[in-house]
């Protein structure tokens, strides 16, 4: 522990803090944080006041604490120690399976990009690591491109425009750029790339692993991130976690409120392809009765899945002179 900050930070403050910051934009309120509870490494509870009037009971459900290993959270440590150092007060939503720097060069490389990152236009920032792509013609017949990596899902554009059969190793490349124009740049460097005579030894192809990132009104960095890849059983995994946690958060915020809220964290390499989600939507509505507002948090958006009409809530009312708040 260093000044008071244990690493690696626990991801329910992390969650937390990320929740409040949206819900006071969302709602254009002031927020103060109090009662803060930490039942266990998966739940964490609190009270909000809101507009310096309205009491939200928030229970926030860590779905990526069990997914963790001992060397995970060594590296993520490291890095959250390193963004600290840096001052940046931010959240590093790592792709999913994405490895994460443990020593230098890296972990100073990492932590410029951050401090360098980009607006994606909705909020988020995108930090660019630069990574290399392998090209390879494998069979000079046919008009494909067998990929393996962020371009796996992404074959059928290279369809018809490639001359011969080849193999794109995308492996370093976790999560491509939001931006779509710079998507289809980067599919053209590749088809330029199976043009060059010495494709059939292989080719190089220069890119960059955008990583997102969202900035915190706090004092420290945290590192959302999973060593795990996407599967069917962690899909049945988190589902089975969720029925379980849902109890406990029922009554971590069982107390007097004027409204109660539940966000749960998961990771995701891309905010659209989160399944919790889902699994919400699949799972018996009364088991989350209890809530007025439920959000599902990922790749740097709180996405919600529970919402009521706008005026619903006590607090969401027009601003005026006699309600500002």
Known sequence: MEGGRGYPAPLGEAAL??????????????????????????LAAAQ???????????????????????????????????????????IVWAPRGAPLPFDEPALSELAIAVEEAKPTGDGRLEARLPVTLYLRRTAPTGSVVTAFGAFADHWAQFTNRVPGSFQLDSRALHRLPADPQEREALVERIVMAAQQPEVDEGVEIPAFDAWTVTRLDGERAYVVASPQEPSDDLSASQRRALRRLLGEAREAVSGPADARALAVLTVSTYAEGERVSWALRGIDPALYAEFDLLTVLADGLAKPVLEPPRGALPWDAPLGPAGRA
Do not use: C, M
């Not at 803090?17 to 819900?23: E, G, I, K, S």
């Open 17 to 42: 803090a990320f929740f409040v910051q949206w819900l006071g934009r969302h709602y254009a309120r002031s927020i103060s944080v109090e009662e803060r509870e930490k039942p266990s490494e998966e």
């Open 48 to 90: 909000l006041i809101i507009g310096r009037r309205w009491r939200l009971r928030v229970a926030v459900i860590n779905l990526v604490a069990s997914e963790a290993t001992y060397r995970s959270e060594l590296s993520r440590a490291a890095l959250e120690r390193r963004l600290d150092a840096a001052g940046l007060s931010v």
